[in-house]
């Protein structure tokens, strides 16, 4: 019995690994993680930056290039960064503070593709009173901590001679804070669109400061695991090259681009161009100003570096990353031929 038993069980081993064998892991995590996949696995918010992604899936481009791209919106970035560390996902999009600060809580990624910047679509609204950053001291302030209004916030003020301290801090989501600060609850409120053009119509209110005169402290970019660019470089740099043509298709028809993605973003087509005003999405070319070259390093080392030690400062992380390790201009490189 003990020995048919054992037969049966080496039998069902062998039916299993030639299944598995046959069907590439049974899953496209098996893919994805095996050298020379041309699967990617993207997570992601909504985002209007994130548009081209969902452009490039929906229209081809991506699949034109050899490559099987698929995607998750995932709302939540911790929900999201715990499934990117489980290995459901292969690349990640969001800011590069944020992926200082997962860098530090053990979950680093490699920066290939700058995606967006943000330039006066994320800010500080404030009562009219309050004319001046200088004159937050002591204010209360709505802000998501440990996030990238945190982020945003602490730089504004660090600029003007301030820190988180010198502000009294109401702990609500980007969108909870705009409508706090709409609804009069809340004097001054660290929040993005569309709050900051509300802010502007309420007559008592303003936007106090915002991107625009920081438009390299917000940007958006993809980062893949350090397993997925060792073992799959052509993938990476296919996908950063394809990425070009989605750009080349926004550029040259927008209408037909943005249709694409009305659905993901619940906008429409006019509304998604509207909002390039202040969240631009950026070619290959502004992609590698942003990141530079590993001889001359670009905005982005700094962002890393200045967001690490900003959540070194809160507590949020232990140490400081090292920005060589968390990103790689070599790709945007290549795919524009310098």
Same mark, same amino acid.
């Given at each position: 019995?003990?020995?048919?038993?054992?037969?049966?069980?080496?039998?069902?081993?062998?039916?299993?690994?030639?299944?598995?064998?046959?069907?590439?892991?049974?899953?496209?995590?098996?893919?994805?993680?095996?050298?020379?996949?041309?699967?990617?696995?993207?997570?992601?918010?909504?985002?209007?930056?994130?548009?081209?992604?969902?452009?490039?899936?929906? =229209?081809?481009?991506?699949?034109?290039?050899?490559?099987?791209?698929?995607?998750?919106?995932?709302?939540?970035?911790?929900?999201?960064?715990?499934?990117?560390?489980?290995?459901?996902?292969? *690349?990640?999009?969001?800011?590069?503070?944020?992926?200082?600060?997962?860098?530090? $809580?053990?979950?680093?990624?490699?920066?290939?593709?700058?995606?967006?910047?943000?330039?006066?679509?994320?800010?500080?609204?404030?009562?009219?009173?309050?004319? =001046?950053?200088?004159?937050?001291?002591?204010?209360?302030?709505?802000?998501?901590?440990?996030?990238?209004?945190?982020?945003?916030?602490?730089?504004?003020?660090?600029? $003007?001679?301030?820190?988180?301290?010198?502000?009294?801090?109401?702990?609500?989501?980007? *969108?909870?804070?705009? *409508?706090?600060?709409? *609804?009069?609850?809340?004097?001054?409120?660290?929040?993005?669109?569309?709050?900051?053009?509300?802010?502007?119509?309420?007559?008592?209110? $303003?936007?106090?400061?915002?991107?625009?005169?920081?438009?390299?402290?917000?940007?958006?970019?993809?980062?893949?695991?350090?397993?997925?660019?060792?073992?799959?470089?052509?993938?990476?740099?296919?996908?950063?090259?394809?990425?070009?043509?989605?750009?080349?298709?926004?550029?040259?028809?927008?209408?037909?681009?943005?249709?694409?993605?009305?659905?993901?973003?619940?906008?429409?087509?006019?509304?998604?161009?509207?909002?390039?005003?202040?969240?631009?999405?950026?070619?290959?070319?502004?992609?590698?100003?942003?990141?530079?070259?590993?001889?001359?390093?670009?905005?982005?080392?700094?962002?890393?570096?200045?967001?690490?030690?900003?959540?070194? =400062?809160?507590?949020?992380?232990?140490?400081?990353?090292?920005?060589?390790?968390?990103?790689?201009?070599?790709?945007?490189?290549?795919?524009?031929?310098?």
């Amino acid at each position: 019995m003990a020995k048919r038993l054992g037969m049966a069980f080496a039998l069902l081993v062998g039916v299993l690994a030639f299944a598995l064998a046959g069907c590439g892991g049974g899953s496209s995590g098996g893919e994805a993680s095996s050298s020379g996949s041309k699967t990617i696995r993207l997570a992601f918010s909504t985002w209007n930056g994130y548009a081209g992604l969902v452009v490039g899936v929906k =229209s081809g481009i991506f699949k034109d290039a050899g490559l099987k791209v698929t995607y998750d919106v995932i709302e939540d970035p911790v929900q999201r960064f715990n499934a990117f560390k489980a290995g459901e996902f292969d *690349a990640i999009a969001t800011t590069p503070d944020t992926f200082s600060r997962e860098w530090g $809580h053990g979950i680093p990624t490699v920066q290939v593709l700058a995606l967006d910047r943000s330039e006066g679509g994320d800010g500080v609204v404030a009562e009219d009173d309050v004319t =001046s950053v200088d004159q937050l001291e002591g204010q209360q302030v709505a802000v998501s901590q440990g996030s990238t209004s945190q982020w945003f916030l602490g730089y504004v003020l660090e600029k $003007h001679g301030l820190s988180l301290d010198d502000v009294q801090q109401a702990n609500l989501t980007a *969108a909870d804070a705009g *409508a706090a600060f709409a *609804a009069g609850r809340v004097p001054v409120a660290v929040t993005w669109e569309p709050w900051l053009t509300r802010a502007e119509k309420n007559p008592n209110g $303003h936007v106090l400061v915002s991107t625009k005169q920081y438009p390299d402290i917000i940007t958006d970019g993809v980062a893949f695991s350090p397993d997925f660019v060792d073992q799959n470089p052509d993938t990476v740099e296919a996908f950063v090259q394809a990425y070009g043509k989605v750009m080349d298709l926004i550029k040259s028809n927008p209408d037909k681009a943005f249709g694409y993605a009305t659905d993901y973003l619940g906008q429409s087509v006019s509304d998604i161009k509207a909002t390039e005003k202040t969240v631009p999405l950026l070619t290959l070319e502004e992609s590698r100003k942003f990141y530079g070259t590993p001889s001359a390093p670009g905005p982005a080392y700094d962002v890393f570096d200045q967001s690490a030690k900003f959540w070194q =400062s809160t507590g949020e992380i232990d140490e400081v990353p090292n920005a060589d390790d968390a990103i790689d201009p070599t790709f945007v490189d290549k795919a524009i031929g310098q």
